[in-house]
């Protein structure tokens, strides 16, 4: 059953938890929380927490994947935070509720998703027992949560997880800006991170190195998944390429060799497919989860 819970005031401040069910009515009662993070640029209303609901689907319910997935996970949640301003979706900000403004401006992305993730924890007690997915934008947040610049972000704590998947992620702002400057990015950055430049290298997951970045801020990660599609016409194989750059330092910074990185490339279908259709971000997810059982067997 879905729940809905609010982790501030805000209309986008929400998150939509799903509990795992046996046939039988019974709960798991040990495993992972997946936690996923949507995207649409920072900014696209259509894009929210109801993302997820086909991938989850798939998972619970496949003969693929619902074994694997009852005896591993105990719920999923999808996490909505306030959005940056869209030219095609425009508000009035003199009779619109600032409740529901989408006036955001980096790091108030980050912080909500910092927030949320503070509120689960809070909640339902699970630790670091949990994997964090990211689409697109997603998959930047998801990244810049474990990045020791952003740790502890505005007083918040949170327990990192074991587990982080980006999926057709952005890494390097400026490198997808100088990749499709025939697609409005320069507008879009500009709209959740401003014009300084200077700063979008200072937030990129893939830039930022040493105690800043994620191999200095990371320290209790133990796999890092990058999946992308080579039919993604929105995000270049460039992006995941340098993160996966990054994360080998992350993986060299550790000397017990129980840091591993997987890095799937076999995803078909568009951007947005990816995630819409459901079938390729239930797979990833499911790898990821195999391979962390037979890291940590029970």
């Known amino acids: 059953m879905d729940h809905h819970h609010q982790y501030g005031p805000h209309r986008l401040q929400r998150i939509i938890t799903y509990v795992q069910q046996s046939a039988l009515g019974s709960i798991p009662q040990e495993g992972y ?3 996923y993070i949507h995207g649409g640029a920072w900014r696209d209303p259509t894009q929210t927490a109801e993302s997820f609901r086909m991938t989850q689907s798939i998972l619970s319910t496949s003969p693929r994947y619902s074994s694997l997935i009852y005896q591993n996970v105990i ?3 999808s996490i909505d935070y306030r959005l940056s301003s869209h030219p095609n979706f425009p508000q009035d900000q003199t009779t619109t509720d600032p409740l529901q403004l989408r006036e955001a401006k980096h790091p108030d992305h980050l912080r909500d998703v910092q927030t949320a993730i503070s509120y689960l924890q809070d909640k339902y007690g699970f630790r670091d027992n949990y994997l964090l997915v990211g689409h697109s934008c997603g998959a930047t947040l998801a990244f810049q949560t474990v990045m020791g610049c952003f740790k ?11 587990c982080v998947i980006g999926v057709e992620g952005i890494y390097d702002l400026k490198g ?3 990749e499709f400057k025939q697609h409005p990015v320069q507008e879009f950055l500009e709209s959740a991170f401003g014009k300084d430049e200077i700063l979008w290298d200072s937030v990129s997951p893939a830039k930022v190195q040493g105690d800043d970045g994620v191999e200095g801020g990371w320290s209790k990660g133990r796999l890092a998944v990058l999946a992308h599609s080579l039919y993604d016409e929105l995000v270049n194989l460039d992006q995941a390429l340098a993160m996966n750059n990054r994360l080998i330092r992350w993986k060299e910074a550790t000397e017990d060799r ?3 990185i997987l890095f799937l490339q076999d995803l078909q279908g568009s951007h947005d497919e990816i995630w819409s259709k459901g079938e390729a971000m239930a797979k990833i997810i499911a790898t990821a989860l195999q391979y962390l059982r037979e890291m940590e067997p029970s």
Not at 152 to 162: K, T
């Open 258 to 260: 129980t840091r591993h």
């Open 152 to 162: 502890g972000d505005e007083g918040v704590q949170i327990a990192q997880p074991r």
């Open 176 to 178: 997808l800006r100088d």
């Open 75 to 77: 719920a999923f949640a």
């Open 33 to 35: 929380w997946v936690i």
